[in-house]
């Protein structure tokens, strides 16, 4: 069973778009909420996290937003450039517990 | 941010030898290690949590006496896969939880690519 249902399954943005990723899940009990991004064959990296408390944080071009009535969090990327073409994944975990993934959004950007 | 290396990042394997994979944090300790597999366009598959110490925790249909997991010190732990098939070719990622982090931010080691021919 999915515990994070992850949309879009791709994207497609224009240089200095903004890119918006949706993710939402289920358990009450998570409250760590991070966005990965991966090239291909390498390991995620961590982007960007963010707990229940707040309702975005920002750092540089990417944000996160989060909305703890809804259970919904995403990740917007501004001024996308050619370089965040990737695949970029949300989870969720419970303080310490393994990380529950999304199934991820491949992201391009077009020049 | 913290950095988990993983040796070898690709290997090449015949039917039924084994193959151990090291997953080390560089400049944190990690009394919790995570192992994931990935295969191609696909999400991450947990497969066990290794706590340093004690035995792993293995998820529902992972086989723990074809993929053996160790967590001898606070820097390393080691997946071994078994009598390999062909069918374990993937990518096979560790994270470490970093516990000096107030979150406990899990940081990925870059993968290693497993070939079983």
């Known amino acids: 069973q999915q515990q994070v249902k992850q949309s879009p399954q791709s994207l497609i943005v224009q240089k200095g778009g903004i890119s918006i990723i949706n993710c939402a899940y289920e358990n009450t009990a998570f409250d760590y909420f991070p966005w990965y991004q991966q090239f291909p064959g390498k390991g995620p990296a961590l982007l960007i996290a963010?707990?229940?408390?707040?309702s975005e944080k920002k750092e540089g071009r990417f944000t996160i937003s989060f909305n703890k009535s809804a259970k919904q969090f995403s990740l917007h990327i501004m001024d996308s450039q050619p370089g965040d073409s990737a695949t970029y994944f949300c989870a969720a975990s419970s303080s310490g517990y393994a990380l529950n993934f999304g199934k991820g959004t491949s992201l391009l950007v077009t020049p | 941010g913290a950095v988990v290396s993983q040796h070898p990042s690709r290997v090449i394997c015949k039917s039924g030898t084994s193959v151990k994979i090291e997953c080390r944090s560089l400049d944190f300790q990690a009394t919790t290690m995570f192992w994931y597999r990935q295969f191609p366009k696909k999400s991450l598959m947990l497969m066990a949590t290794?706590?340093?110490?004690?035995?792993?925790?293995?998820e529902q249909g992972v086989e723990k006496d074809k993929f053996l997991i160790n967590h001898a010190s606070l820097t390393l732990s080691t997946l071994t896969v078994t009598s390999a098939h062909p069918e374990d070719s993937s990518f096979y990622i560790c994270?470490?939880?970093?516990?000096?982090?107030?979150?406990?931010?899990?940081?990925f080691g870059p993968g290693t690519r497993l070939t079983v021919t």
């Open positions: 963010i707990r229940p408390d707040v």
């Open positions: 290794s706590n340093e110490g004690s035995k792993a925790t293995y």
């Open positions: 994270s470490a939880r970093d516990p000096g982090q107030g979150a406990g931010e899990q940081y």
